[in-house]
Nanobody, 115 residues
Framework: VQLVESGGGLVQAGGSLRLSCAAS????????MGWYRQAPGKQREVVAG????????NYADSVKGRFTISRDNAKNTMYLQMKSLKPEDTAVYYC?????????WGQGTQVTVSS
């Protein structure tokens, strides 16, 4: 499975961005998916997760009410809609996917929020 993120960029505080994660390869094996982020000098942290059918989602407290995770299994794509962005949201955002036997990571996309 290959994961490719897109949609990152530079945005002012209060702005919005939508990240996409396109999966290819053995996508039938993918179960849950999620978004993680890593800011400079900090550990990678989970941002949001979504089950295989998209019926259950969960969020880090720091993004609840501002970010929305979703997936379109017909398009093998996961999304992260980010609103009311803050400078502390600045990080490299990574797409993650799990199968029954392993997990996969994308290369990441940079999100920079200016104050």
């Amino acid at each position: 499975v290959q994961l490719v993120e897109s949609g990152g960029g530079l945005v002012q505080a209060g702005g919005s961005l939508r990240l996409s994660c396109a999966a290819s390869g053995s996508t039938f094996s993918i179960n849950a998916m999620g978004w993680y982020r890593q800011a400079p000098g900090k550990q990678r942290e989970v941002v949001a997760g979504i089950t295989s059918g998209g019926d259950t989602t969960n969020y880090a407290d720091s993004v609840k009410g501002r970010f929305t995770i979703s997936r379109d299994n017909a398009k093998n794509t996961m999304y992260l809609q980010m609103k009311s962005l803050k400078p502390e949201d600045t990080a490299v955002y990574y797409c993650h996917a799990r199968s029954s036997w392993t997990s996969y990571w994308g290369q990441g996309t940079q999100v920079t929020v200016s104050s």
